[in-house]
């Protein structure tokens, strides 16, 4: 499967930002889908993650109640929608997808990175 993440950008703290994850392929519907992010000089760390189904989600702590992943396997896609967004969630977010079913991993394809930037 090969991910194409959008959506990143500037935008001022308190404010949110969607971003989207087109997936190829037709077996995107059985993926497990996440979201992960790597700030700079921080290691990349699992924020969010979506069941095939929808039906189970699993959040970091540092995003639960303001971020919120969500997917629609008709078009492919899995979206993340992020408020409240301050200059600790400034990082390249990444998309991945895996086959194995658990919301925390492991995943196993990557989407090339979308920079999102907080100004304070």
């Known amino acids: 499967v090969q991910l194409q993440a959008s959506g990143g950008g500037l935008v001022q703290a308190g404010g949110s930002l969607r971003l989207s994850c087109a997936a190829s392929?037709?077996?995107?519907?059985?993926?497990?889908m996440g979201w992960f992010r790597q700030a700079p000089g921080k290691e990349r760390e699992l924020v969010a993650g979506i069941s095939w189904s929808g039906s189970s989600t699993f959040y970091a702590d540092s995003v639960k109640g303001r971020f919120t992943i969500s997917r629609d396997n008709a078009k492919n896609t899995v979206y993340f929608e992020m408020s409240s967004l301050n200059a600790e969630d400034t990082a390249v977010y990444y998309c991945?997808?895996?086959?194995?079913?658990?919301?925390?991993?492991?995943?196993?394809?990557w989407g090339q990175g979308t920079l999102v930037t907080v100004s304070s």
């Open positions: 392929g037709r077996t995107f519907s059985t993926y497990t």
């Open positions: 991945a997808a895996g086959p194995l079913g658990a919301v925390r991993g492991p995943y196993v394809y």
